[in-house]
């Protein structure tokens, strides 16, 4: 701890300082799970990208204290080794625990455990005015959260800690196949209310066949059950996998799988998205291709290079959340105005296993039939767009507003095109902001600010690729490739040289 409390005093310096000044400031990983343009500077930045570090297991208290920037992977890989695992883990390896806290991560557990944050007992804060402090589902109730799904916007996350369960060896799978969203929902709706399952979400191929994907947690030797993995080079990617399993029978479908190749699944090829850049380079899309690019289809390179190549702004990566009863509605919207397959479709329970919600930063103002119900479906939308500005950002509008005439809502991970009178019509502004002044925050950026894509910024910030290689095809693509294994920061504006003048 004696390292960790050094870090934080550090940080706790530079925070005052900013405050002192006040000078608003942004908080600094080093990677990032958000398509939304960087707007890192060196002198804007508090730099959290040492806190890397588990500082303790508690296998008593089936708890884990984890710094921020601990990714998903390396949660796993020691949690393990006590026989426990977070209840929610995001399947990208690379997210880490501050990530998932301050932002809006549900996954295929969710519909059991609620969102990540829910998983949290209690986080060690940096205010805003470089004040250390913590936080807990008990002791300051508004602080912890308003600071779940804030980004940042409240002060400085040190430290988390995070409930386990038990853990098992392997996730026994059962695939099934529908033939409708409507068939889809109610054998989710059958499988949530079948305890025995502990993780289920699904991929829609077509409007006609969508594989349900539902999950039990098993002890299982290789003896007992063939086992399919999907992490190594050499293994399917799981979509595929789900769509050659669902394809020649109506009927369930079971296999074993281990468990850290479940709960990372669609590491390789991001879900799906990979596939768009074999699309883009002409490159056949086989299981020879697929082993040979292995490395660079992982997730954490397809951020680095989708950043890079400034072809984020011409793809559309959006997760939404809408009521059961709305599922089919908005899958058939999107059929005639997105026209890309596959989606992900996941149940999200918005209470999880916490025995009454809690109040919230970013409350939604009350929607009759809405915010009351317990649980959503999370869609995600993940696919190219028009390379036209205007035309990719009027579908991402009409997809704004298609989610909010539903009752919908939208992760902020992605870009956001609301105005600003848009945005705080949805969220209570007014708890945002005198919880923002109790806490001294009010002079950093609000929310509206960090997730709102600056049409005028983002021009700019591709102007650095253009000057490089223009938009011609293939330049930009490979611009992003050479980037992403070379290495190094991708998201801190380089420094301007000074001119000198006679």
């Known amino acids: 701890m004696e390292a960790h409390d050094a870090a934080v005093a550090d940080i706790a310096s530079h925070v005052q300082g900013f405050s002192e000044r ?51 992977d390396a949660l796993v890989d020691e949690t393990l080794k006590y026989g426990l695992v977070p209840p929610v883990v995001m399947e990208f390896p690379g997210i880490t625990v501050g990530g998932g806290f301050s932002g809006t991560s549900g996954e295929s557990s969710s519909f059991r455990y609620g969102f990540f944050d829910r998983t949290v007992n209690w986080i060690e804060m940096v205010l805003a005015n470089g004040e250390k402090t913590t936080a807990s589902q008990e002791h300051q109730q508004d602080l912890f959260w308003g600071a779940a799904s804030s980004f940042g916007t409240l002060g400085v996350v040190t430290l988390l800690e995070i409930q386990l369960i038990e853990a098992k060896t392997h996730v026994e799978l059962t695939y099934f196949r529908c033939k409708s969203v409507k068939e889809a929902v109610e054998q989710m709706k059958e499988c949530t209310n079948d305890q025995s399952y502990d993780y289920l979400d699904g991929i829609v191929f077509a409007r006609d066949w ?100 400034g072809l984020s702004k011409e793809n559309l990566v959006q997760d939404v959340a809408v009521p059961y009863e709305a599922t089919s509605e908005f899958v058939e919207w999107l059929h005639h105005n997105f026209g890309h397959y596959p989606l992900w479709i ?15 930063l970013l409350a939604e103002k009350v929607k009759p039939n809405a915010s009351s119900l317990e649980f959503l479906m999370n869609i995600g939308i993940w696919g190219p767009g028009s390379s036209n500005r205007q035309e990719f950002l009027e579908t991402n509008r009409r997809l704004e507003r298609k989610v909010q005439d539903l009752q919908g809502k939208k992760w902020l991970y992605a870009h956001a095109y609301y105005t600003e009178e ?62 992403a294994i070379r290495g190094g920061d991708y998201l801190l504006q380089k420094e301007k040289k000074p001119v000198s003048r006679p």
């Open 346 to 360: 996941c149940p999200l329970s918005q209470r999880g296993k916490m025995p009454a919600l809690p109040p919230s």
């Open 210 to 309: 969508i594989a349900v994907c539902a999950g039990r947690l098993k002890d299982n030797s290789p003896k007992q059950a063939r086992i399919q993995r999907f992490l190594r080079a050499k293994d399917p990617w799981f979509y595929l996998h789900a769509k050659k399993v669902t394809k020649s029978s109506s009927s369930p479908s079971v296999e074993t799988i281990p468990l850290v190749d479940y709960l990372f699944r669609y590491d390789r090829g991001g879900f799906w998205v990979g596939r768009y850049a074999f699309d883009y380079f002409l490159v056949p899309f086989d299981c020879f291709s697929r082993w040979l690019m292995d490395r660079l289809m992982r997730t954490r390179v397809l951020y680095h290079a989708l950043h890079k190549s």
């Open 22 to 72: 006040q000078q608003p400031f942004r908080i600094y990983h080093g990677s990032t799970n958000s398509t939304r343009p960087s707007q890192y500077r060196r002198d804007n930045i508090v730099d959290i990208r040492e806190l890397t570090n588990i500082l303790g297991v508690d296998q008593k208290k089936k708890t884990v204290l984890a710094e921020p920037n601990v990714p998903m």
């Open 422 to 483: 848009e945005f705080w019509n949805i969220y209570d502004r007014q708890e945002y902001d005198s919880l923002r002044e109790k806490y001294h925050a009010s002079y950093l950026p609000n929310i509206y600010q960090k997730v709102h894509v600056n049409l005028e910024t983002d021009y700019h910030q591709s102007r650095g690729v253009r000057r490089l290689v223009g938009n011609i095809w293939p330049l930009r693509g490979w611009y992003g490739v050479y980037k």
